[in-house]
């Protein structure tokens, strides 16, 4: 990875992760004290932004993925969102399958970060996420020119 591109994620790195904490003003037993991490507050709003930006930067420094490439992810919501967000500033064709029947406002959200709506994939609603494997298994042999990120199977 050249020294340009280096820069580009350490940019991202410093407005991600470095959100507030908050120390919990309730009552908590024993003495302890309880602080609060607002992921929230991320550019994409959760702990994913952070996964993914490490994601996308070790599969390019191990030379396994490049900007333009196709890269899938699946997901039930909130990870979703983060992926398509930090993989469209790095300049990746990302795509996101995602059981239908779910919340609309995932839906969208995920929409938002894609380059097109047809980059989000609905996956049958009665299977859930654990249709994900049977998906992947008729998805990727059809499309070899994806990178199948795999952030959490």
Known sequence: ?????????????????????????????????????????????????????????????????NPGNKILETSSGAAGVSFAGIGKLLGYECFVALPAGGEKARETAIKKQLISDDHLILTPAEEYVSGFPRFLKRFLPKHRDYLFLNHSM
């Open 1 to 65: 990875m050249d020294e340009e591109r280096k820069q580009t994620y350490d940019e991202f790195a410093s407005k991600i992760g470095r959100t507030t904490l908050i120390k919990y003003q309730g009552k908590v037993p024993n003495g302890n004290t309880i602080w609060v991490k607002r992921e929230f507050d991320n550019p994409f709003g959760s702990h994913y932004d952070r996964v993914y930006l490490g994601l996308f930067r070790h599969y390019e420094e191990q030379g396994e993925i």
